[in-house]
Protein backbone atom coordinates (compact mmCIF):
# COMPACT_ATOMS: atom_id res chain seq x y z
CA UNK A 1 0.00 0.00 0.00
CA UNK A 2 1.70 3.31 -1.20
CA UNK A 3 -0.94 5.53 0.70
CA UNK A 4 -0.31 9.25 -0.40
CA UNK A 5 2.94 9.81 -2.47
CA UNK A 6 4.84 12.96 -2.59
CA UNK A 7 6.78 14.33 -5.03
CA UNK A 8 9.55 15.81 -4.73
CA UNK A 9 11.00 15.57 -1.01
CA UNK A 10 13.31 18.10 -1.42
CA UNK A 11 13.68 21.50 -3.54
CA UNK A 12 15.39 24.28 -3.39
CA UNK A 13 13.54 27.48 -5.46
CA UNK A 14 14.98 30.72 -6.75
CA UNK A 15 12.71 33.54 -5.82
CA UNK A 16 10.46 33.97 -8.76
CA UNK A 17 10.31 30.74 -10.07
CA UNK A 18 8.03 28.41 -10.41
CA UNK A 19 7.14 24.88 -9.36
CA UNK A 20 4.65 21.91 -8.95
CA UNK A 21 4.49 19.85 -5.89
CA UNK A 22 3.09 16.37 -6.87
CA UNK A 23 0.80 14.47 -4.78
CA UNK A 24 -1.11 10.49 -5.25
CA UNK A 25 -2.86 9.05 -3.27
CA UNK A 26 -4.24 4.92 -4.60
CA UNK A 27 -6.55 4.58 -1.68
CA UNK A 28 -9.60 6.24 -3.96
CA UNK A 29 -10.20 8.99 -1.47
CA UNK A 30 -12.66 11.64 -2.14
CA UNK A 31 -10.88 14.35 -0.19
CA UNK A 32 -7.48 15.92 -0.51
CA UNK A 33 -5.97 18.83 1.03
CA UNK A 34 -2.58 20.14 1.20
CA UNK A 35 -0.78 22.03 4.16
CA UNK A 36 2.02 23.99 5.45
CA UNK A 37 4.42 23.48 8.52
CA UNK A 38 6.23 26.24 9.68
CA UNK A 39 8.94 26.42 12.89
CA UNK A 40 6.68 26.95 16.54
CA UNK A 41 3.62 26.60 14.30
CA UNK A 42 0.96 24.17 13.66
CA UNK A 43 0.32 22.72 10.26
CA UNK A 44 -2.04 25.38 8.59
CA UNK A 45 -4.55 24.21 5.27
CA UNK A 46 -3.80 26.06 1.39
CA UNK A 47 -6.51 24.08 -0.13
CA UNK A 48 -8.57 21.62 0.31
CA UNK A 49 -10.57 19.23 -2.94
CA UNK A 50 -13.95 17.55 -2.02
CA UNK A 51 -13.17 15.55 -5.21
CA UNK A 52 -12.31 15.50 -8.98
CA UNK A 53 -13.23 19.20 -10.16
CA UNK A 54 -13.67 20.89 -6.64
CA UNK A 55 -11.25 22.85 -4.96
CA UNK A 56 -11.56 25.28 -2.42
CA UNK A 57 -9.50 27.42 -0.32
CA UNK A 58 -7.93 27.09 3.37
CA UNK A 59 -6.31 29.41 5.60
CA UNK A 60 -3.13 30.23 3.73
CA UNK A 61 -4.23 30.15 0.41
CA UNK A 62 -2.17 32.67 -1.23
CA UNK A 63 0.58 32.26 -3.50
CA UNK A 64 -0.78 28.66 -4.83
CA UNK A 65 -3.08 26.86 -7.18
CA UNK A 66 -4.47 24.14 -6.94
CA UNK A 67 -6.87 21.74 -9.30
CA UNK A 68 -8.21 18.07 -9.05
CA UNK A 69 -8.39 16.55 -12.72
CA UNK A 70 -8.41 13.02 -11.30
CA UNK A 71 -9.43 11.38 -8.05
CA UNK A 72 -5.72 10.28 -7.63
CA UNK A 73 -3.87 13.20 -7.93
CA UNK A 74 -4.14 16.57 -6.57
CA UNK A 75 -0.66 19.03 -7.45
CA UNK A 76 -0.01 22.26 -5.86
CA UNK A 77 1.39 25.09 -7.76
CA UNK A 78 3.30 28.13 -6.63
CA UNK A 79 3.27 30.26 -9.41
CA UNK A 80 6.14 32.83 -8.12
CA UNK A 81 7.96 31.40 -5.28
CA UNK A 82 8.85 33.79 -2.55
CA UNK A 83 10.94 33.05 0.53
CA UNK A 84 7.86 32.93 2.61
CA UNK A 85 6.86 30.15 1.12
CA UNK A 86 9.68 28.30 2.42
CA UNK A 87 8.33 25.72 4.55
CA UNK A 88 7.26 21.93 4.58
CA UNK A 89 4.17 20.90 2.93
CA UNK A 90 2.41 17.77 3.58
CA UNK A 91 -0.73 16.46 1.33
CA UNK A 92 -3.52 14.45 3.24
CA UNK A 93 -6.10 12.66 2.09
CA UNK A 94 -9.44 10.90 3.87
CA UNK A 95 -12.26 8.88 2.49
CA UNK A 96 -14.95 11.38 2.61
CA UNK A 97 -15.20 15.14 2.74
CA UNK A 98 -18.81 14.82 4.81
CA UNK A 99 -17.91 11.39 7.29
CA UNK A 100 -15.41 12.09 9.78
CA UNK A 101 -12.66 9.37 9.02
CA UNK A 102 -8.86 9.11 9.87
CA UNK A 103 -6.52 11.16 7.50
CA UNK A 104 -3.50 10.04 6.14
CA UNK A 105 -0.30 12.29 5.07
CA UNK A 106 2.19 11.82 2.37
CA UNK A 107 6.17 12.34 4.00
CA UNK A 108 5.93 15.85 2.71
CA UNK A 109 7.88 18.08 0.61
CA UNK A 110 11.14 20.38 1.77
CA UNK A 111 10.79 23.45 -0.19
CA UNK A 112 13.66 26.19 0.09
CA UNK A 113 13.25 29.08 -1.64
CA UNK A 114 15.85 31.42 -1.58
CA UNK B 1 -12.00 31.00 14.54
CA UNK B 2 -10.64 27.72 16.52
CA UNK B 3 -7.21 27.66 18.06
CA UNK B 4 -5.57 24.45 20.01
CA UNK B 5 -2.22 24.86 22.58
CA UNK B 6 -0.55 21.44 23.37
CA UNK B 7 1.30 21.71 26.58
CA UNK B 8 4.01 21.18 27.72
CA UNK B 9 5.80 21.91 24.54
CA UNK B 10 8.87 19.86 25.37
CA UNK B 11 9.56 16.76 27.49
CA UNK B 12 11.92 14.69 28.61
CA UNK B 13 11.61 11.42 30.53
CA UNK B 14 13.17 9.03 31.67
CA UNK B 15 12.71 5.04 29.97
CA UNK B 16 8.90 3.38 31.82
CA UNK B 17 7.38 6.34 32.95
CA UNK B 18 3.68 6.67 32.29
CA UNK B 19 3.19 10.54 30.78
CA UNK B 20 0.31 12.87 30.09
CA UNK B 21 -0.13 15.50 26.68
CA UNK B 22 -1.86 18.01 26.91
CA UNK B 23 -4.30 19.59 23.99
CA UNK B 24 -6.64 22.75 24.40
CA UNK B 25 -9.05 24.09 21.55
CA UNK B 26 -11.49 27.21 22.14
CA UNK B 27 -14.47 26.29 20.01
CA UNK B 28 -16.46 23.07 21.65
CA UNK B 29 -18.42 22.73 17.84
CA UNK B 30 -15.90 20.31 16.78
CA UNK B 31 -16.24 17.05 14.33
CA UNK B 32 -13.40 14.61 15.62
CA UNK B 33 -9.98 14.84 17.17
CA UNK B 34 -7.00 13.26 15.75
CA UNK B 35 -3.33 12.73 17.28
CA UNK B 36 -0.68 12.48 14.98
CA UNK B 37 2.50 10.82 16.13
CA UNK B 38 5.73 12.90 13.34
CA UNK B 39 9.13 11.69 13.33
CA UNK B 40 11.97 14.19 12.58
CA UNK B 41 12.14 14.85 8.67
CA UNK B 42 8.91 12.52 8.41
CA UNK B 43 5.03 12.48 7.40
CA UNK B 44 2.67 12.60 10.25
CA UNK B 45 1.01 8.94 11.47
CA UNK B 46 -2.43 8.39 12.87
CA UNK B 47 -2.26 7.31 16.12
CA UNK B 48 -5.80 7.63 17.28
CA UNK B 49 -9.46 8.98 16.20
CA UNK B 50 -12.21 10.68 18.81
CA UNK B 51 -14.98 11.14 17.19
CA UNK B 52 -17.38 14.28 18.76
CA UNK B 53 -19.75 11.58 20.20
CA UNK B 54 -16.88 9.59 22.05
CA UNK B 55 -15.15 10.30 25.27
CA UNK B 56 -11.88 8.01 24.93
CA UNK B 57 -9.86 5.67 22.94
CA UNK B 58 -7.55 2.93 23.33
CA UNK B 59 -5.12 1.64 21.05
CA UNK B 60 -2.22 -0.28 23.06
CA UNK B 61 -0.28 1.49 25.35
CA UNK B 62 -2.09 4.58 24.07
CA UNK B 63 -5.16 6.61 25.30
CA UNK B 64 -7.03 9.57 23.94
CA UNK B 65 -9.71 11.27 26.15
CA UNK B 66 -11.65 13.73 24.96
CA UNK B 67 -13.79 16.84 27.06
CA UNK B 68 -15.40 18.91 24.67
CA UNK B 69 -17.38 21.12 26.78
CA UNK B 70 -13.99 22.09 28.58
CA UNK B 71 -12.32 22.00 25.41
CA UNK B 72 -9.66 19.91 26.41
CA UNK B 73 -7.80 16.19 25.26
CA UNK B 74 -4.90 14.14 26.69
CA UNK B 75 -2.85 11.45 25.03
CA UNK B 76 -1.59 9.14 28.01
CA UNK B 77 1.38 6.95 27.14
CA UNK B 78 1.83 4.05 29.27
CA UNK B 79 5.37 2.76 30.25
CA UNK B 80 7.11 4.90 27.78
CA UNK B 81 10.15 3.75 25.68
CA UNK B 82 13.07 5.17 23.53
CA UNK B 83 11.20 4.54 20.38
CA UNK B 84 8.26 6.55 21.57
CA UNK B 85 10.64 9.65 21.01
CA UNK B 86 8.90 11.90 18.70
CA UNK B 87 6.58 15.23 18.15
CA UNK B 88 3.06 14.27 18.81
CA UNK B 89 0.58 16.97 17.20
CA UNK B 90 -2.96 17.37 18.33
CA UNK B 91 -5.72 18.08 15.48
CA UNK B 92 -8.70 19.13 16.09
CA UNK B 93 -11.50 18.10 12.76
CA UNK B 94 -13.78 20.65 11.71
CA UNK B 95 -16.68 19.70 9.08
CA UNK B 96 -15.51 18.74 6.42
CA UNK B 97 -12.06 16.78 7.01
CA UNK B 98 -10.24 20.05 7.60
CA UNK B 99 -8.31 20.38 10.79
CA UNK B 100 -6.45 23.03 12.71
CA UNK B 101 -3.14 22.23 14.17
CA UNK B 102 -1.72 22.13 17.57
CA UNK B 103 1.98 23.17 17.80
CA UNK B 104 2.94 20.05 19.04
CA UNK B 105 4.52 18.45 22.04
CA UNK B 106 8.29 17.17 21.95
CA UNK B 107 9.35 14.04 23.29
CA UNK B 108 12.12 12.64 24.63
CA UNK B 109 12.60 9.22 26.44
CA UNK B 110 15.62 8.41 27.53
CA UNK B 111 17.08 4.67 28.09
Known amino acids: NAGVTQTPKFQVLKTGQSMTLQCAQD?????MSWYRQDPGMGLRLIHYSVGAGITDQGEVPNGYNVSRSTTEDFPLRLLSAAPSQTSVYFC?????????????FGQGTRLTVV | KQEVTQIPAALSVPEGENLVLNCSFTDSAIYNLQWFRQDPGKGLTSLLL?????REQTSGRLNASLDKSSGRSTLYIAASQPGDSATYLC??????????FGPGTRLSVLP
Open chain 2, 50 to 54: IQSSQ
Open chain 1, 92 to 104: ASSSSFGVSTEAF
Open chain 2, 91 to 100: AVGLYGQNFV
Open chain 1, 27 to 31: MNHEY
